[in-house]
């Protein structure tokens, strides 16, 4: 069974702060890796997608990604309230059919506290 | 900037009633997906589809389940029967490249 796991928090930041969240993947064979914020009731939002190690640096978020320790992180430069979600780590798989389904982990919520 | 549609935004049905969820993908995406939220729970896969077939499809998706794509634009998932344990957030996606774009999504309400 493919598993994406993250801290469900909360995670709880002052504004300003860097807020930094993790998650870990159980698929070896992961290649593509996305950042989704999701606000209460309402549908994922892509923040940031990453296909290689390293980081990737866009605006105030940065995704880094090791697959041989098989997690991938983002962090969140000078929080603000409105960056108050929960975020969702999604991994998918290439797979001959080039499906690309994408599983989830639960997602950590982030409190930015003005 | 376009962006995935969905209709309804909210469906309450009757268990065993057959609802249909409608999306409308983004119009240069070639690869569609369902997924569901039940509240409080992980996002799940439910179906992909692509060039007019299903490509792949999870456990949840059994035969109460189907998708359509009737024309050039709608993107449809029909529950046939529907059962309390399918309440929950049903979301539509599309892709052209690797990143896949959520619509607003339905909540369906079965009482």
């Known amino acids: 069974q493919k598993e994406v796991e993250q801290n469900s928090g909360p995670l709880s930041v002052p504004e300003g702060a860097i807020a930094s969240l993790n998650c870990t993947y159980s698929?070896?064979?992961?290649?593509?890796f996305f950042w989704y914020r999701q606000y209460s009731g309402k549908s994922p939002e892509l923040i940031m997608s990453i296909y290689s190690n390293g980081d990737k640096e866009d605006g105030r978020f940065t995704a880094q990604l090791n697959k041989a320790s098989q997690y991938v992180s983002l962090l969140i430069r000078d929080s603000q309230p409105s960056d108050s979600a929960t975020y969702l780590c999604?991994?998918?798989?290439?797979?001959?059919?080039?499906?690309?389904?994408?599983?989830w982990g639960l997602g950590t919520s982030l409190a930015v506290n003005p | 900037e376009p962006e995935v549609t969905q209709t309804p935004s909210h469906q309450v049905t009757q268990m065993g009633q057959e609802v249909i969820l409608r999306c409308v993908p983004i119009s240069n995406h070639l690869y569609f997906y369902w997924y569901r939220q039940i509240l409080g729970q992980k996002v799940e896969f439910l179906v992909s589809?692509?060039?007019?077939?299903?490509?792949?499809k999870s456990e949840i998706f059994d035969d109460q389940f189907s998708v359509e794509r009737p024309d050039g634009s709608n993107f449809t998932l029909k529950i046939r029967s529907t059962k309390l344990e399918d309440s929950a957030m049903y979301f539509c996606?599309?892709?052209?490249?690797?990143?896949?774009?959520f619509g607003p999504g339905t909540r369906l309400t079965v009482t």
């Open positions: 698929d070896r064979g992961s290649q593509s």
């Open positions: 589809f692509y060039n007019n077939e299903i490509s792949e």
């Open positions: 999604a991994v998918n798989t290439h797979n001959a059919g080039n499906n690309r389904k994408l599983i």
């Open positions: 996606a599309s892709r052209r490249q690797g990143e896949q774009y």
